[in-house]
T-cell receptor, first 112, second 113 residues
C-alpha cells in the first residue's frame, strides 16, 4: 500500500515568488492536513481538508492557502514568498477524523 | 491554550539501555495522543496512537502510556539500538472537533554503539 506522497521533495524559490506543493494521500484516506516545520517554531498546523472542504485553519497569514480535489489529493500554495517561509512542509492523511495520522516525507522549501 | 512539552530535549544512551521519553500537556481534554519518530530531513513515522480511553499501547520494543489526569505520556523503549537514533515527537488531538494535532518540542535521541 503506497504511503503519503509529497512532491516535489526539494524546492528553491526567490522572495516574492509563489509556490505550489502537492500531497497525494493514502488510497481511501479522505482527510489531509498540512504542517510547517522550522527549527525555531517546531511543527505548526496550517490547515486540514476533508471531502474537499477546509475544516480547520492554523494561525498563518492569508498568503498560505490550500485546496483538496475530489480524489482527495491536496495542494497548498504560498504566495509572495518570504525568507521566513523556508521550512519543511509536511502533509498527513488519515481515513477519518479520529484515526491515526500518516505523514509524507515532506517538501523542503528554501526561499532565497 | 494547549501546550505540549517534551523533556529532555536531547538524550544520549549506550546501546542496550532501556529509556523513557516524556511528554506533558497542559489541557487534559484530549481525544488521543500519537507518538512519532523523525529521522533527519525526513517525514514523521507513526509509532503508537493512544486513545483518551486507553492507558497504554505496545508495539514491539515500544510501550506508550497515557495519564490524562496528570497531563502526561511516556514512551518506553526497551533494549535501545543505534537504529533507534532519531527525534521523537508526541502530538495531542483536542476534543474540540478540530482535526489538528498540537506537537511537542521533540526529544533528540542518540543511541551509541
Amino acid at each position: 500500500k503506497a504511503g503519503v506522497t509529497q512532491t516535489p521533495r526539494y524546492l528553491i524559490k526567490t522572495r516574492g515568488q509563489q509556490v505550489t506543493l502537492s500531497c497525494s494521500p493514502i488510497s481511501g484516506h479522505r482527510s489531509v492536513s498540512w504542517y510547517q516545520q522550522t527549527p525555531g517554531q517546531g511543527l505548526q498546523f496550517l490547515f486540514e481538508y476533508f471531502s474537499e472542504t477546509q475544516r480547520n485553519k492554523g494561525n498563518f497569514p492569508g498568503r498560505f492557502s490550500g485546496r483538496q480535489f475530489s480524489n482527495s489529493r491536496s495542494e497548498m500554495n504560498v504566495s509572495t514568498l518570504e525568507l521566513g517561509d523556508s521550512a519543511l512542509y509536511l502533509c498527513a492523511s488519515r481515513p477519518s477524523r479520529n484515526t491515526e495520522a500518516f505523514f509524507g516525507q515532506g517538501t523542503r522549501l528554501t526561499v532565497v | 491554550k494547549q501546550e505540549v512539552t517534551q523533556i529532555p530535549a536531547a538524550l544520549s544512551v549506550p546501546e542496550g539501555e532501556n529509556l523513557v521519553l516524556n511528554c506533558s500537556f497542559t489541557d487534559s481534554a484530549i481525544y488521543n495522543l500519537q507518538w512519532f519518530r523523525q529521522d533527519p530531513g525526513k517525514g514523521l513515522t507513526s509509532l503508537l496512537l493512544i486513545q483518551s480511553s486507553q492507558r497504554e499501547q505496545t508495539s514491539g520494543r515500544l510501550n506508550a502510556s497515557l495519564d490524562k489526569s496528570s497531563g502526561r505520556s511516556t514512551l518506553y523503549i526497551a533494549a535501545s539500538q543505534p537504529g533507534d537514533s532519531a527525534t521523537y515527537l508526541c502530538a495531542v488531538k483536542l476534543t474540540s472537533g478540530t482535526y489538528k494535532y498540537i506537537f511537542g518540542t521533540g526529544t533528540r535521541l542518540k543511541v551509541l554503539a
